[in-house]
């Protein structure tokens, strides 16, 4: 690697000029906060987290941060007041959020309200769709089931071309001490995620779905099998969530998965928070570690061979080359400055500079050799003096190579929406494969 940045390379050839570059989706995930008081760890690497990502410029390199609920350890105001104090010292940021179990960890979602409430005026959040849902009898020696107004905070919006749905399976939950995880959609949201997603595939927009855990964890074996299944026919591109506390993938040959560790309780290595783009037919993830210092870069398409979507093409894969056998490579960088240089290489080959191209992806036509397998993305920031690994970081994937039938027929999996299918340990994404955390492993905190 020479401190000098590498000279362009000529344009490709016959390359299409003038043809409007898209711009993909980039958002943030900052994993469950479990916040408990002011002076707590999490708390601290929360304000950090935030400071951060206010501090990423230009600040149009992304749409949003997400929160997956789980934002207070036992939903009371006072912890909901130590997150709304750190969002108010950035109230320009972008967010989303949608409630976890522990925010229901009383029996009730009051102090949530009151503290969504807030956001919806500050932030422009949606105000939450109050449903009529029955509730089970309590003490009462005839089975009659009361009915109650419940809020569901759950949203529907498209940016940068994705539908991403927002969907809440901890209000319409019975909130019973002893009951265990309640997970559920209740009917009223259920139809609302069927009807978005059927209209999603009628407009021939791609779908992002952002709960706070897989679907395999709804309470009702039923629920289980149809959201997952709904999820799979529709061709879900991406699903985020929280929950597991440990970073994971698991992609199904249509729809991945993705969980990003806990801020507040973990076992999973450095805190930080996950960036996922969806850039066309491809989608991508990487995890950003806190204490990791800037740039960071995302190699949003090709597509990765563990994430592709089947059956796998040349085309829904990013894979679609020109002649002289080149293939776009397309980037997002992250940092507080722009990068000195963005650059490129098949394997171990030469270096290839990309350009900005628009206002957050870097592009080159990189010459793609038989036998290829690996594509490294590479970002230097300026204040980078030509040696040592601060100040440089690298996205590595392993685009497909060897491509399906067109006319291959995927079979419905065993558990659909379910960490079955998970990608074994990827460290260069962040993810450890493990499964440590109390979701799955038991662990106890």
């Known amino acids: 690697m020479d401190e000098t940045a590498p000279m362009p390379h000529e344009p490709p050839p016959n390359a299409a000029s003038g043809t409007p570059t898209r711009e993909p989706l980039v958002f943030l995930h900052v994993g469950d906060l479990h916040l408990t008081t002011p002076d707590a760890r999490n708390a601290d690497d929360f304000r950090a987290i935030l400071d951060q990502i206010a501090a990423i410029a230009p600040r149009h390199l992304f749409d949003f941060v997400y929160l997956p609920g789980d934002l207070a350890e036992n939903g009371w105001a006072c912890e909901y007041a130590i997150l709304a104090d750190a969002l108010a010292r950035h109230p320009q940021l ?14 009730a979602m009051d102090d949530f309200q009151a503290f969504h409430a807030g956001l919806v005026a500050s932030r422009a959040l949606e105000p939450p769709r109050i449903w ?25 919006e498209d940016i940068r071309g994705v539908r991403c749905l927002f969907v809440d399976i901890v ?24 009807e978005a997603l059927v209209r999603a595939a009628e407009d021939g927009v791609p779908v992002a779905v952002f709960m706070h855990a897989y ?38 040959g249509r729809t991945l998965y993705a969980a990003a560790r806990s801020v507040g309780q973990n076992e999973d290595g450095s805190v930080g928070y996950a960036v996922s783009a969806i850039d ?65 290489r098949a394997g171990t080959g030469a270096w290839h500079l990309m350009t900005l191209v628009t206002g957050r992806v870097y592009e080159a036509w990189l010459p793609w050799p038989k036998g290829a397998s690996e594509i490294q993305v590479e970002a230097v ?65």
């Open 94 to 107: 972008p967010v989303r959020l949608i409630p976890g179990d522990h925010d229901r960890q009383q029996g």
């Open 132 to 156: 009529t849902l029955d509730q089970p009898p309590v003490g009462s020696p005839v089975e009659t089931w009361p009915t109650a107004e419940i809020p569901h905070y759950c949203a529907c």
């Open 171 to 194: 209000s319409p939950g019975y909130g019973r001490k002893g009951i265990g995880l309640d997970f559920r959609l209740g009917p009223h949201q259920t139809l609302w995620l069927s």
């Open 215 to 252: 679907p395999d964890d709804l309470r009702e074996p039923d629920d289980r099998a149809d959201v997952g299944g709904l999820f799979w026919e529709a061709g879900v591109r991406l699903v985020e969530m929280g929950h597991t506390h440990y970073n994971e993938l698991a992609h199904d």
């Open 280 to 344: 066309g037919p491809v989608t991508s993830w990487r995890f950003k570690p806190l204490d990791r210092p800037w740039p960071f870069v995302l190699i949003t398409s090709p597509a990765d061979r563990r994430v592709a979507t089947r059956p796998t093409s040349k085309r829904n894969t990013g894979m679609k080359g020109i002649k002289r056998g080149r293939i776009k490579v397309r980037a997002v960088v992250l940092s507080e400055v722009p990068p000195k240089y963005v650059h490129c």
């Open 381 to 445: 920031h300026p204040d980078w003096k030509g040696h040592g690994p601060d100040l440089v970081d690298t996205d590595v994937i392993e685009p497909v190579t060897v491509f399906d039938d067109p006319d291959l027929a995927l079979s419905i999996p065993t558990k659909p929406g379910s960490d079955v299918p998970r990608v074994d340990a990827w460290p260069e994404k962040g993810v450890r494969g493990d499964q440590l955390g109390p979701n799955r492993a038991g662990r106890k905190w």
